[in-house]
């Protein structure tokens, strides 16, 4: 393992990331300082808070960076609802997005735990 890039959780969230860009370029423009700059924000950090986890020298700042990215996640997830609940976008739609961040999810809880169990974190 060189470097995060090579993590596949990083990899899937820039996936996550990507088609969250490309879902909120369907939004009405009045929501471009709203939602879709929230969605935008909270998408691009979960990746971010991995890769500058990984940078850090000691794991409790990882695993720190990866709760992060946690939150992120869930933020977006809130903001991807919220988007269907106020009639912007419909559910079928947002779906791929939260698939793909529930198995972003459960690969960053994996990370954590293997990282807080003293195993090497990098295979993820």
């Keep these: 393992m060189n470097s995060y890039q090579d993590l596949v959780v990083w990899q899937r969230s820039m996936d996550l990331a990507v088609v969250c860009y490309e879902l909120t370029r369907r939004?009405?423009?009045e929501e471009i300082y709203g939602l879709v700059s929230q969605i935008r924000r909270s998408a691009a950090s979960v990746a971010a808070?991995?890769?500058?986890g990984y940078g850090r020298d000691a794991t409790g700042a990882y695993v720190q960076h990866l709760k992060i990215a946690q939150g992120s996640l869930k933020e977006l997830e809130t903001h991807l609802i919220l988007s269907?609940?106020?009639?912007?976008?419909g559910l079928a739609e947002i779906?791929?997005?939260?698939?793909?961040?529930d198995e972003v999810g459960k690969m960053l809880?994996?990370?954590?735990r293997r990282l807080q169990d003293g195993r090497n974190g990098n295979e993820n």
């Design 109 to 112: 809880r994996s990370l954590i």
């Design 27 to 29: 939004f009405p423009k």
């Design 95 to 101: 779906q791929p997005a939260m698939s793909l961040g």
């Design 84 to 89: 269907t609940r106020v009639g912007i976008i």
């Design 49 to 52: 808070n991995i890769a500058e």
